[in-house]
Structure formats: C-alpha cells, structure tokens
C-alpha cells in the first residue's frame, strides 16, 4: 500500500523570512514541493543503490575473458547482476506511472513538454537566485532536480539495456556497438553518481531532511507537528 505522510517544511524553510509577493511569485513560476516517498519508492531506490555501485565496482575489477577463455566469477557476476537491475530500473519507471502522490513520469522526463520544460527553467533560475544570495539549492524536489533525476535513470536503464543487448546478441555487430556505448554512458553514470549523492549528502549535511525523507520511515515528520 502506498502510504504517504505530508511532511512539515525543513529546518532551513522555518528560519526562512514569512512568505512574501516575490516569494509566491517565485514559487508559482517553479511548482515544487515537498515530496513524501511511498514505501515501493524506497525499496526500488534502495535496489539502484545496491545494483549500480555494485556494478560500477566490480566492472573496475574484473576482465573480459579472451575467446575460449573462462569468465571470471566477477565478470559473470557483473552480467547476472546486470540482468537483474534491468528489472529494477524497469519496476521503477513502471512505478512512477502508477504511483500517487510523487513525482510522475512527466516530471523525471520534462523533454517533450512546453510548460514542463519552463517549470523546469523557472526553477533552475530561482537556484540561481538563491545562490547568488549565498543560499544551498533548494532541497524540495523541484522541477530541476527531478529532471535531473530523470537523465540518471535514463543513463542507468541505457547501461542496463546496452549490457544485455550484448549479452544476448554476443558475437555480433550489434554487441560490439552496445558494448561501446555501455563504456561511454558508464562515464556519465559515474558523474551522476557522486554528484547526486554528493549533493544529498551536502543538503543532510547544512539540516535538511532529505535523506531521512528517502530511507529512514521512523523519520518522517508527522502531520500533527505542522
Ligand atoms: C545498471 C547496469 C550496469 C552498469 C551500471 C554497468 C557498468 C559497467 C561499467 C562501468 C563498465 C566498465 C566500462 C569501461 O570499461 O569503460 C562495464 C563494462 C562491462 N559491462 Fe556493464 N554495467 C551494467 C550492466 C551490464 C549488463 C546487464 C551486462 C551484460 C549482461 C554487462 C556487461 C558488461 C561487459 C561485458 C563489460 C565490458 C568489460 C570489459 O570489456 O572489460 N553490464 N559495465
Ligand atoms: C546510481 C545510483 C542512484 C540512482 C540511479 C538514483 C536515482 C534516484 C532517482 C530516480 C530519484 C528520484 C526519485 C523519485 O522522484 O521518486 C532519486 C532521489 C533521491 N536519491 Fe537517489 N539514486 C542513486 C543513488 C543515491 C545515493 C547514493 C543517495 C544518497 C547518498 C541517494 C539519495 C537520494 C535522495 C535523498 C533522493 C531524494 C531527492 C529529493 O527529494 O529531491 N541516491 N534518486
């Protein structure tokens, strides 16, 4: 069941002055919220933790065998685990078209959409502007971040599918192709990576919530506190 708890602003956003004009201008030109996560959010987000570090890992350590040769057991591992988070990554995108109350599909993929497309260039100015005044982004899932979010889950799923391609067409062009692909999407992957922990770690780091509202339930803020 997907149970969603509303959440109380961060600490960051009481010490805020009250809300002013600009301020609701602001945030009407960038819509972001503070999102809580279903239990199915954590629980696939916490797969993605496991499956692709574990595979960026392991691809330093092992090596392709020669023709003839043996795989080593890292390598095989590698190719097993990677079949399996193709499964996670596609239980996530299948997620997020079903799911209630966070962020939807058109959010992580804004590309094709006008206004999504501004919501998102709304909130990249509004960072903008809270930086220029010496501020830390904003922590709130906005239109930015979870286009963000989007380009990583679209960078993993390319390294799970161009993995498999060559796994099942090996021998072939077309596994040459994928394989080479695979190397060059790992780079953006590993970017991804740390600077998306990098930077949720960093918000944990200046009090905000963020990563408590991602993987620890006990937590969340109830409604009651508001
Ligand atoms: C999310 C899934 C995956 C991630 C994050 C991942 C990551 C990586 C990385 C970082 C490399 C090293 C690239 C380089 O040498 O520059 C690599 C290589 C490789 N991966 Fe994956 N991989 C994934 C899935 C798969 C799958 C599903 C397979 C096959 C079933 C696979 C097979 C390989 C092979 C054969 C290599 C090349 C090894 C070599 O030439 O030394 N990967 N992978
Ligand atoms: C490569 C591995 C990872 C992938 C593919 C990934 C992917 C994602 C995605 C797609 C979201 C958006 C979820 C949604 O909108 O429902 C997200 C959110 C989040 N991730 Fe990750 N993640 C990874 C690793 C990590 C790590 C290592 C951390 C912590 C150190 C982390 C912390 C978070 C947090 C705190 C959020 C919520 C952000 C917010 O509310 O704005 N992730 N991640």
């Known amino acids: 069941m997907n149970t969603i708890t509303p959440l109380k602003p961060s600490a960051r956003d009481r010490l805020s002055p009250p809300d002013s004009v600009s301020s609701r201008a602001q945030r009407a030109a960038s819509p972001r919220r503070i999102v809580g996560r279903s239990w ?11 499956a692709v570090p574990g595979q960026l890992a392991s691809s330093e350590f092992m090596r ?4 003839g040769d043996p795989p080593g057991s890292l390598y095989v591992l590698h ?6 988070s193709l499964a996670v990554v596609g239980a996530f995108w299948a997620w997020t078209l079903v799911r209630r109350g966070e962020t939807r599909l058109g959010r992580l993929l804004p590309w094709l959409s006008a206004s999504r497309l501004r919501d998102a260039a709304a909130d990249i100015a509004a960072q903008a502007r809270r930086m220029a005044r010496g501020r830390m982004p904003d922590d709130e899932d906005g239109a930015f971040a979870s ?12 390294m799970a599918v161009t993995g498999s391609i060559f796994f099942l067409m090996s021998g072939t062009p077309v596994a040459h192709a994928a ?5 060059l999407i790992a780079n953006l992957v590993w ?5 998306h922990a990098g930077l949720a770690v960093l918000h944990h780091l200046l009090g905000s919530d963020i990563l408590s509202r991602m993987f620890w339930p006990g937590r969340r803020r109830r409604p009651e506190a508001r």
Do not use: N, Q, W
């Open 40 to 50: 199915v959010t954590r629980a696939l987000h916490l797969l993605l933790l496991l």
């Open 64 to 67: 392709r065998p020669f023709p």
């Open 79 to 84: 190719e097993y685990a990677g079949l399996a």
């Open 147 to 158: 286009a963000v979010h989007g380009l990583g889950l679209l960078g993993v799923t390319a």
């Open 179 to 183: 394989l080479a692909l695979h190397k």
């Open 191 to 195: 970017a991804y990576l740390f600077a």
